[in-house]
């Protein structure tokens, strides 16, 4: 029994795949389109389902007038089968010419000879008659699918025009027309052919909104290709702009070191010639100036040496560093610059980079007394460790930061001591050195005439 049902099973899977490639032969043969433009392909494709389905109905059609013909004799009213067989072979010699690539010319001839037969159908048989009206809509609708709405209005101006006349000349009576058919009783033809025509109306609309929606689904994956690769276009802008910017930050860093190497020169050789001076005058005094000018020069060295090298280092010795190289600077603007800790604290890192945020705020909390006269003229520089977290405080009680300027201060090239004495970019490095390399924050608390304080927080390391 089961190698009775196997042997089935193998009959009905032989026989489908059979009747899949004998209709995939078929559809290669009569429907499927030539055309390459995506327009011009759906058109192809309904035209062909419209040529094979006109084909089988008028060869439904003769075989029905031959029948009648045969049957009836002369009382025979119904189309001459010679008349349907010469449409017959028209639309043969259509879908021939169809898909020889002739699909355009095709298509006009198609709806003319529909065009034609449906005047002929209201002439001979009167306006009125229900299976040419319904002609004339089948026509207008294949008219805006197969060649476009705008001819589609020119044949309904045509069947208007078409109905107008020729109802004025059967209602004038200027001619006589066939009205046999409105005594004649109804018979299963009449009703079977106004079915048949609305359904091709029906297929008609079906077949343009299928193959519209097709076209639609494929704008919208496209679409969404394209949203794709636009979107990882963006990523990899962005991330390639970040980089520059990186590149650049780091350039403008360099250039910053050497502007500032500019304005703390005056002040670095001034402390450089009084030692030597001094050796003349006392050697006690000899040996203690230039350990102090050694100091120095290493800390001028470090801003110019530029090697990304990490070590375990102090930060107070980094503070008192930069603290020496702008004591010139201090003493010349009459602020004495103060540095207190709680104790010495090592951090694994960049102590090039530490060097220059120390450098940049002292420096800035030197120029804020510029624009103020009086007062007290501090800028006190702490360091304390909070439980396993740096904490840097510089503290300065000069002209400060207006409320309107405060949101901006780490804005490259922001300055508000005028670009003849600041380049703006000073406070940028030490934000982006502070969150990039140190993986800190900064702070800023300011009052006009009272004062600012930074505050620089970052996780203490003691090793890679």
Known sequence: MWGFRGVEMNLIKTFFSNVKRVYGHFFSVFIQPKSVIEDEARREFILN???????????????????????????????????????????????????FGFYKAASYTFVLIYLL??????????????????????????????I?????????????????????????????????????????????????????????????????????????????????????????????????????????????RFAEFGRLSSGLFHDLINPLTAVSLNMDKATSAAKKMENMVNAVRKQFVREDKKALFSLNTEIKDAVAMLAHRAQKSNVVVKFSDSGDVKFYG??????????????????????????????LVSLSNAGGRAEISVRDYG?????????????????????????????????????KDFGGSIEVKSKENKGSEFVVKFPIKTHD
Not at 351 to 378: C, H, W
């Open 399 to 435: 002209a400060g930061i207006s409320k309107e300027n405060l949101p901006k201060i780490f804005d490259p090239f922001f300055t508000t001591k005028g670009h003849e004495r600041g380049t703006g970019i000073g406070l940028s490095i030490v934000k982006r050195i502070v969150e």
């Open 350 to 379: 960049d102590a090039i980079k530490f060097n220059q945020i120390i450098l940049n705020l002292v420096a800035n909390a030197i120029d804020s007394y510029m624009l103020k006269t009086g007062g007290r003229r501090e800028v």
């Open 49 to 99: 389902i419209f040529l094979l389905v006109s084909i089988i109905l008028l060869l439904v059609a003769l075989t029905i007038a031959v029948r009648n013909a045969i049957i009836l004799g002369a009382d025979h009213h119904g189309s001459s089968p010679w008349y349907i067989g010469i449409i017959f072979l028209l639309f043969v010699g259509l879908l021939a010419s169809s898909r």
């Open 117 to 146: 037969s449906v005047v002929n159908g209201i002439y001979t048989f009167g306006v009125n008659e229900p299976q040419t009206l319904l002609g004339f809509a089948m026509l207008i609708v294949m008219s805006g699918v197969l």
């Open 148 to 256: 476009g709405s705008r001819f589609a209005f020119y044949i309904m101006l045509v069947a208007a025009l078409s109905i107008i006349t020729l109802g004025y000349a059967q209602v004038n009576h200027l001619y006589a027309v066939k009205a046999y058919w409105k005594n004649q009783a109804i018979i299963m033809d009449e009703p079977i052919m106004f079915s048949i025509t609305l359904g091709i109306i029906a297929i008609t609309a079906w077949l343009s909104n299928r193959e519209i929606e097709k076209s639609l689904a494929r704008a919208r994956r496209s679409e969404a290709d394209l949203k794709k690769e636009r979107d990882s276009l963006e990523i990899a802008v962005e991330e390639r702009t970040k980089e520059l910017k990186e590149t650049q930050a780091e350039k403008m860093t360099q250039l910053y």
